[in-house]
């Protein structure tokens, strides 16, 4: 079995002409592992972390049973990032340490699935470099997952296969959820934004969202099990129902879920092109859409933006963030920040520092640009040299981590609502996040359990968390 991945194909995007169906489960290789051991390590975003949650289900109903060692596995699957270089040689560098397990033990079985596995690249380097890979699937068959590695085991042999495009939708995959209280739920998959720097267009397809009654029927199921809190996933959550309706948005899927007895729902990634302003109102009115925006900027000067493909400018970002701030009550908004963009100049960099001071995020991520193969921005000329874009992330993160603690502070004395999430190190103290996304660390007098959504007195405030006492 071998099917490789080519961007050319990958770039492709047309009319919605993929259908959706019922995930099915072949009997006949049900539990045929019993007794045998998975080790399986996430890189990434949310969208891997909650892709993994089914690989972890797959698995178990082949039989495998979960390890956290590796050493102690039968099978080690990478789920792998493709979004910057460094978790590209993160996951090579967990090859390199397979390799010499596998020259101990013969028997173990070694597969790579997520975005990596949709780079022509990578697959390339694994059938040349890597040939003791057992098997690589991508990001567009995770269902095939129980097929291939018994494929991949019986016939002894290489298994590669990697779809370049986007397949059908498929509904009905099994989960294990990590966490008891909170739940992703993909609402769309793919990004049609192809912004020049970024992967994700060729590694996760075009944007395709999934019917409303399926995310509603999956949210029924998650507040029947006692969810607390549901984080509506999407590379662009703002675009979902484009490809599919004519008239029913991300606002109107917000306001569906909110009207249900869920006392948390939260939403990301935003991409600004597509925030709309009846998607702020709801945000806005309902008390249990958290008042936490993801909204990233990527850059503070609209040359770079423009350059980058990102559709705004520094003005009309501003203007979106302020509506955001007037309309939703105590909104935090955080955001991510590229440096080093190729081109980007010191004026352009000072733009950006402009930017921070104005919007005085809750949070950001920053990041060095790293080229991507196959990507616009790759074929930039870059004459910034790598010390000077540290140099940059440097004083960046200065100045957003000035704004965390900031805005912390502010929060000192005030109570906040937190879901509790787990005991602290600390004897006695347990940490959970507020409405707006902080991790709190705090006290108690009296027993609480997790899960449970209590009131906690501010008393103190840090750069990355505050720490508190339960009140009432
Ligand atoms: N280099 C650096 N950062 C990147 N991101 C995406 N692509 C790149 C790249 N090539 C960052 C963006 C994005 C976040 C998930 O990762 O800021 O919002
Ligand atoms: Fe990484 Fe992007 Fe893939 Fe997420 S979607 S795993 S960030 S490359």
Redesign the pocket.
């Known amino acids: 079995m071998m099917r490789l991945p080519d961007y050319k194909e990958a770039r492709t995007r047309d009319k919605r002409d993929y259908k959706r169906v019922e995930f099915i489960f072949d009997d006949s290789i049900k539990q045929k592992y019993m007794g045998k051991k998975f080790f399986l390590k996430t890189y990434g975003?949310q969208m891997n972390e909650h892709d993994s949650e089914n690989i972890r289900a797959l698995l178990s109903e082949l039989g495998f049973e979960e390890v956290d060692d590796y050493n102690n596995a039968d099978l080690v699957l990478l789920n792998t990032c493709s979004?910057?270089e460094n978790a590209h040689n993160k996951a090579f560098g967990m090859l390199g340490r397979l390799k010499h397990l596998k020259g101990e033990k013969k028997n173990l079985i070694v597969g790579l699935c997520g975005c990596m596995a949709q780079e022509a690249g990578v697959v390339d380097e694994i059938l040349r470099d890597y040939k003791f890979v057992n098997f690589v699937f991508g990001t567009h068959n995770l269902y095939q997952l129980p097929e291939i590695i018994d494929k991949a085991i019986e016939e002894n042999r290489q298994q590669i296969e990697v779809f370049s495009r986007e397949g059908d939708l498929v509904e009905g995959l099994p989960v294990i959820r990590t966490n008891n209280y909170k739940a992703y739920v993909n609402i769309i998959y793919g990004c049609n934004k192809f912004c020049t720097?970024?992967?994700v267009p060729y590694t996760r397809g075009s944007e395709r969202s999934r019917s409303r009654e399926d995310v509603l029927r999956e949210v029924d199921e998650l507040i029947k099990d006692g969810y607390k809190e549901i984080t509506l996933l999407g590379q662009n959550v703002n675009a979902y129902g484009k490809d599919l309706y004519d008239n029913y948005t991300l606002g109107n899927l917000l306001e569906d879920i909110a009207k249900k007895d869920i006392p948390r729902v939260r939403f990301m990634?935003s991409h600004p092109w597509d925030f709309t302003d009846e998607m702020i109102e709801v945000i806005g009115k309902y008390k249990n859409i958290m008042p936490s925006v993801h909204l990233?900027v990527?850059s503070g000067s609209s040359r770079i933006l423009k350059l980058m493909g990102r559709r705004y400018t520094k003005e009309s970002y501003l203007e979106l963030f302020d509506k955001i701030k007037k309309v939703v009550p105590g909104v935090a908004i955080s955001t991510?920040?590229?440096v080093g963009f190729p081109g980007e100049t010191e004026e352009d960099f000072l733009e950006t520092l402009d930017l921070v001071e104005r919007c005085k995020y809750d949070n950001a991520?920053t990041?060095?640009?790293?080229?991507?193969e196959g990507?616009p921005?790759c074929k930039l000329k870059d004459e910034v040299s790598l010390k000077e874009k540290e140099e940059r992330l440097q004083r960046l993160n200065q100045v957003v981590n000035k704004y965390f603690l900031e805005n912390n502070k502010k929060l000192e004395e005030s109570i906040v609502s937190v879901l509790v999430e787990g005991l602290s190190e600390k004897d006695n103290m347990y940490f959970g996040y507020t409405d707006t996304n902080k991790l709190i660390n705090f006290s108690v007098d009296k027993k609480i359990n997790i899960g449970d959504i209590v009131n906690v007195k501010v008393t103190s405030a840090k750069t990355w968390s505050l720490d508190g006492e339960l009140v009432g």
């Open positions: 975003c979004i910057r720097y970024c992967i990634t990233p990527q991510d920040i590229i991520f990041f060095i640009f790293s080229a991507r990507t921005a």
